[in-house]
């Protein structure tokens, strides 16, 4: 399965975006989907994770209440809706798809997110 996210981009406080990643190569539905990120000099955090039966976790307390993953298996694609944005949401996203829970197989190269004070 090869994963293509797409979607990021410079955006002001308080904005939105829309992050997509496109699944090929496979049976995109029997994958759990999750999005992570990563800032500059900090591990990577899973950001929000959408299962094939479509039970969504954001792991991330910070971005309760402001990011939606959602998933359109028609499509082969999993998105995550970033609204009001924070500068502390700068990182590069990328996303991943699993077989079994916790390990994550194929990734995606990422889709920096850059948000301005």
């Known amino acids: 399965v090869q994963l293509q996210a797409s979607g990021g981009g410079l955006v002001q406080a308080g904005g939105s975006l829309r992050l997509s990643c496109a699944a090929s190569?496979?049976?995109?539905?029997?994958?759990?989907m999750g999005w992570f990120r990563q800032a500059p000099g900090k591990e990577r955090q899973i950001v929000a994770v959408i299962r094939q039966s479509g039970i969504i976790t954001y792991p991330a307390d910070s971005v309760k209440g402001r990011f939606t993953i959602s998933r359109d298996n028609t499509k082969n694609t999993v998105y995550l809706q970033l609204n009001s944005l924070k500068p502390e949401d700068t990182a590069l996203y990328y996303c991943a798809a699993s077989l079994t829970p916790g390990q994550y197989t194929y990734w995606g190269q990422g889709t920096q997110v850059t948000v301005s004070s």
């Open positions: 190569g496979g049976t995109f539905g029997p994958y759990a």
